[in-house]
């Protein structure tokens, strides 16, 4: 009688405290306005695409259990969809977000309402556009809180700063998109990168409206570094101040100070930094970590952290003192890059599958498809030749006639295939010397078929085809583990001994190391259609995505949704 009593009594406080947690979740309804908008930068206006108005558009400000309903106005002149890039969407892929992956695009003059709810996540995300380039000026951060009561695994600050990572091109984005696209050549890299929508002080025409950031001397503030850019990865640091990291891709990790991060493109990365230093101003500044042999901005951007009793010169020279820099690694510099990936750890003990269900073997990297008249205007790339990009040698192409979600949900035939290749057609020596007869890959809408709660195990082997590149590999719907790493080609034999099944850090997204290999490890517990893909949009416009097909499980819990009634049609 009295375990009875004690069962009845935690049964009621575990009813309680679920109530409690439905009373202090959220629906937050917001409306996102798709409009172009004159932006002045490097000394010229464009008419850019903005959520309401704004570059870089609007912050999310929610807390894990809240729900969003955001309703997409398009009153631009492109077909557009949002992707809240790292929200999980458990059982909802129509809120996703990708064009023709989980929905057609929303046509001009149409909208559509996100609605998903922040199931058992919290940290730093974004948002972005998913068609084609225009991510380039639509985007913003999604920053979640923790459930009102619940800790942070660190002393939390009182204040933190979204620090929004772009590339801004002196033209129109899709332009430059529209002719790489006609040439098969590569597009022209940006002309400029910015910190929160700014190039900063190094650029013509942009003194005036370098972003500064006052702190009070003492102070610790969060930095949440949000890698928006379309192509580039980047180095980040701030002058004489050190940075404490304590989560990436929306997952804590085990804290550790370094003087720089490299942040691949839709990657983030939440630092401390502590103003310990002498009164003044400091730059923050980013620039490029390029590992591949191609043509990139080798500018660098900065914002400025103000001291607010930063002295002034006196005299002639009166007013502020100027910026202390930081030092960067050199653009090249993958020793850098790899030893801060290196450090990262989860938090406590991950729940890494120990177990292996379905074992992938997945090729990235680019390609060339070879041309019948190499003098044609459409033939530029290298040797007359249209730049390419595979998985598995299997080079993307997104339908048109439908999704591949609504095709797989309503049986619609035509739409796609289910034969993804699990591992390469051919073996060869990934990162050697590869013949110029493996070096065109095959196009198609292939998908490949996971089981519900199969553990998966994926070892993403870059190639040296063309050049060896870091691919920062997004994959939707996911967080997975990253379980190893290594340079030259994975060997199934030896290389798994040395995977970290303790600790490995949770990501979203992972880069490739330059001529080699990363392996990661998932759940496939959230049925749907999610595109896994390289996150430099040229090689995504190129063909380096595939999509996983997660079947459902038993009943409704383990079963995708109805899609909504305002669902865009093709």
Same mark, same amino acid.
């Given at each position: 009688?009295?375990? %009875?009593?004690?069962?009845?009594?935690?049964? %009621?406080?575990?009813?309680?405290?679920?109530?409690?947690?439905?009373?202090?979740?959220?629906?937050?309804? @917001?409306?996102?306005?798709?409009?172009?908008?004159?932006?002045?930068?490097?000394?010229?206006?464009?008419?850019?695409?903005?959520?309401?108005?704004?570059?870089?558009?609007?912050?999310?400000?929610?807390?894990?259990?809240?729900?969003?309903?955001?309703?997409?106005?398009?009153?631009? @002149?492109?077909?557009?969809?949002?992707?809240?890039?790292?929200?999980?969407?458990?059982?909802?892929?129509?809120?996703?977000?990708?064009?023709?992956?989980?929905?057609?695009?929303?046509?001009?003059?149409?909208?559509?309402?996100?609605?998903?709810?922040?199931?058992?996540?919290?940290?730093?995300?974004?948002?972005?556009?998913?068609?084609?380039?225009?991510?380039?000026?639509?985007?913003?951060?999604?920053?979640?809180?923790? +459930?009102?009561?619940?800790?942070?695994?660190?002393?939390?600050?009182? +204040?933190?700063?979204?620090?929004?990572?772009?590339?801004?091109?002196?033209?129109?984005?899709?332009?430059?998109?529209?002719?790489?696209?006609?040439?098969?050549?590569?597009?022209?890299?940006?002309?400029?990168?910015?910190?929160?929508?700014?190039?900063?002080?190094?650029?013509?025409?942009?003194?005036?409206?370098?972003?500064?950031?006052?702190?009070?001397?003492?102070?610790?503030?969060?930095?949440?570094?949000?890698?928006?850019?379309?192509?580039?990865?980047?180095?980040?640091?701030?002058?004489?101040?050190?940075?404490?990291?304590?989560?990436?891709?929306?997952?804590?990790?085990?804290?550790?100070? =370094?003087?720089?991060?490299?942040?691949?493109?839709?990657?983030?990365?939440?630092?401390?930094?502590?103003?310990?230093?002498?009164?003044?101003?400091?730059?923050?500044?980013?620039?490029?970590?390029?590992?591949?042999?191609?043509?990139?901005?080798?500018?660098?951007?900065?914002?400025?952290?103000?001291?607010?009793?930063?002295?002034?010169?006196?005299? @002639?020279?009166?007013?502020?003192?100027?910026?202390?820099?930081?030092?960067?690694?050199?653009?090249?510099?993958?020793?850098?890059? =790899?030893?801060?990936?290196? +450090?990262?750890?989860?938090?406590? +003990?991950?729940?890494?599958?120990?177990?292996?269900?379905?074992?992938?073997?997945?090729?990235?990297?680019?390609?060339?498809?070879?041309?019948?008249?190499?003098?044609?205007?459409?033939?530029?790339?290298?040797?007359?030749?249209? %730049?390419?990009?595979?998985?598995?040698?299997?080079?993307?192409?997104?339908?048109?006639?439908?999704?591949?979600?609504?095709?797989?949900?309503?049986?619609?035939?035509?739409?796609?295939?289910?034969?993804?290749?699990?591992?390469?057609?051919?073996?060869?020596?990934?990162?050697?010397?590869?013949?110029?007869?493996?070096?065109?890959?095959?196009?198609?809408?292939? =998908?490949?078929?996971?089981?519900?709660?199969?553990?998966?195990?994926?070892?993403?082997?870059?190639?040296?085809?063309?050049?060896?590149?870091?691919?920062?590999?997004?994959?939707?719907?996911?967080?997975?583990?990253?379980?190893?790493?290594?340079?030259?080609?994975?060997?199934?034999? =030896?290389?798994?001994?040395?995977?970290?099944?303790?600790?490995?850090?949770?990501?979203?997204?992972?880069?490739?190391?330059?001529?080699?290999?990363?392996?990661?490890?998932?759940?496939?517990?959230?049925?749907?259609?999610?595109?896994?893909?390289?996150?430099?949009?040229?090689?995504?416009?190129?063909?380096?995505?595939?999509?996983?097909?997660?079947?459902?499980?038993?009943?409704?819990?383990?079963?995708?949704?109805?899609?909504?009634?305002?669902?865009?049609?093709?």
């Amino acid at each position: 009688m009295e375990s %009875f009593r004690r069962f009845s009594s935690l049964a %009621f406080i575990a009813l309680l405290a679920s109530f409690a947690f439905l009373a202090s979740a959220e629906l937050h309804v @917001r409306e996102f306005v798709i409009q172009p908008k004159p932006v002045k930068r490097l000394c010229r206006t464009h008419e850019s695409i903005t959520v309401n108005g704004q570059f870089p558009g609007p912050t999310l400000e929610v807390r894990n259990g809240d729900s969003l309903a955001i309703t997409v106005i398009n009153r631009a @002149r492109y077909n557009i969809s949002l992707h809240w890039h790292g929200i999980r969407q458990l059982r909802n892929p129509w809120a996703d977000g990708p064009e023709y992956i989980t929905q057609c695009p929303i046509r001009p003059g149409q909208s559509y309402t996100y609605r998903f709810t922040i199931e058992d996540q919290e940290g730093t995300l974004w948002w972005h556009a998913h068609s084609r380039w225009l991510r380039a000026t639509v985007y913003g951060a999604l920053i979640i809180y923790p +459930r009102l009561g619940s800790p942070y695994p660190f002393h939390m600050p009182k +204040r933190d700063i979204p620090i929004l990572l772009g590339e801004w091109r002196d033209r129109n984005p899709m332009d430059v998109l529209r002719q790489a696209q006609f040439t098969g050549a590569a597009a022209n890299v940006s002309d400029a990168y910015t910190i929160n929508g700014q190039p900063g002080d190094l650029y013509r025409c942009s003194r005036s409206e370098t972003v500064r950031f006052p702190i009070f001397p003492g102070e610790t503030v969060q930095l949440r570094v949000i890698n928006a850019g379309l192509n580039q990865e980047l180095f980040f640091s701030v002058a004489n101040h050190q940075l404490t990291v304590v989560e990436t891709d929306s997952a804590y990790t085990k804290p550790f100070t =370094t003087s720089v991060i490299m942040i691949g493109p839709g990657q983030t990365t939440n630092v401390l930094l502590t103003a310990n230093q002498r009164p003044g101003r400091y730059y923050m500044a980013a620039r490029a970590y390029n590992s591949a042999n191609a043509p990139f901005d080798n500018t660098t951007t900065t914002a400025i952290l103000e001291y607010v009793n930063a002295p002034t010169r006196r005299g @002639r020279g009166r007013g502020q003192i100027a910026p202390v820099f930081p030092v960067l690694p050199g653009f090249n510099d993958t020793a850098t890059a =790899t030893a801060f990936s290196n +450090r990262l750890r989860y938090w406590k +003990r991950a729940p890494v599958p120990l177990q292996v269900d379905e074992n992938l073997f997945f090729t990235v990297g680019l390609g060339l498809i070879n041309c019948s008249n190499p003098n044609s205007p459409r033939c530029q790339g290298p040797n007359g030749t249209r %730049f390419a990009a595979s998985i598995n040698n299997q080079s993307f192409v997104l339908p048109r006639r439908n999704s591949i979600m609504q095709a797989y949900y309503q049986g619609m035939p035509g739409i796609f295939t289910t034969d993804f290749p699990p591992v390469p057609p051919v073996q060869f020596d990934y990162t050697g010397n590869v013949s110029r007869g493996l070096w065109q890959p095959v196009k198609g809408t292939k =998908t490949y078929k996971l089981k519900y709660k199969a553990n998966v195990q994926i070892v993403l082997q870059d190639t040296s085809i063309v050049t060896p590149e870091n691919h920062p590999m997004h994959l939707h719907g996911y967080q997975f583990y990253v379980v190893g790493s290594g340079f030259g080609n994975f060997n199934p034999r =030896t290389d798994p001994a040395r995977f970290n099944l303790f600790d490995p850090p949770e990501r979203n997204t992972i880069g490739t190391p330059p001529g080699g290999w990363v392996a990661i490890r998932f759940v496939a517990d959230n049925p749907g259609a999610w595109i896994m893909h390289c996150h430099i949009d040229s090689h995504l416009g190129w063909g380096l995505a595939m999509v996983f097909l997660v079947e459902n499980g038993r009943g409704q819990l383990q079963s995708v949704q109805a899609p909504p009634l305002d669902l865009p049609r093709c």
